[in-house]
């Protein structure tokens, strides 16, 4: 079965989870360019995505937006409430929903999700509610590897990489 959303924490999923600081006060985060080609495999079966973090920075709404994810949910307390607010928003339910997280607030989503991820990094015991250990640690690629995993399960890979190919074909004539 395939996921009919996608759910996605940002800091120590998208990013290694550091919080860089200079010394006027400005805050840094790395993201990992690679987990964009996630996002747009995720446009080309029209699936959606949603970020949903406890943070609450520009940052993310900045990534967000060059990425054109519609749906950023930041300052979340409640991850499961978000989501089951998505979910009726969507019109789906929560067997059909794939999230990756990896820290202590994730826990309560990842029993939830039909789809639970975590990237390597995670602690173990976020990990024992995870059904996608993946290989790839938080920063290094693990939203594009959680995607990739779910899709070639679900033998939409080919599909998605074909769809890839003709738009760069058809965009280089």
Not at 69 to 98: F, N, P, T, W
Not at 140 to 163: K, W, Y
Request: glycine share 8%.
């Amino acid at each position: 079965m395939m996921p009919k959303l996608f759910i996605t924490d940002i800091d120590g999923v998208w990013t290694d989870g550091g919080m860089y600081y200079d010394q006027t006060g400005n805050e840094f985060k790395k993201f990992n360019t690679s987990d964009s080609a996630g996002v747009l495999f995720l446009n080309y079966l029209n699936i959606p995505l949603a970020i949903i973090t406890s943070e609450n920075t520009q940052i993310v709404e900045r990534r967000a937006k060059k990425l054109k994810i519609e749906h950023l949910y930041q300052g979340v307390k409640d991850k499961v409430g978000k989501a089951e607010e998505i979910c009726r928003e969507v019109g789906v339910e929560m067997s059909e929903v794939a999230f990756i997280g990896d820290d202590l607030n994730d826990i309560p989503l990842l029993k939830k999700a039909g789809f639970p991820g975590v990237p390597a990094n995670a602690p173990e015991y976020v990990k024992k509610h995870s059904k996608y250990d993946l290989t790839k640690s938080g920063g290094d690629g693990a939203f594009r590897e959680f995607v990739e995993t779910i899709l070639s399960e679900n033998d939409q890979m080919e599909h998605v990489l074909e769809m890839h190919l003709n738009r760069v074909a058809k965009s280089n004539k």
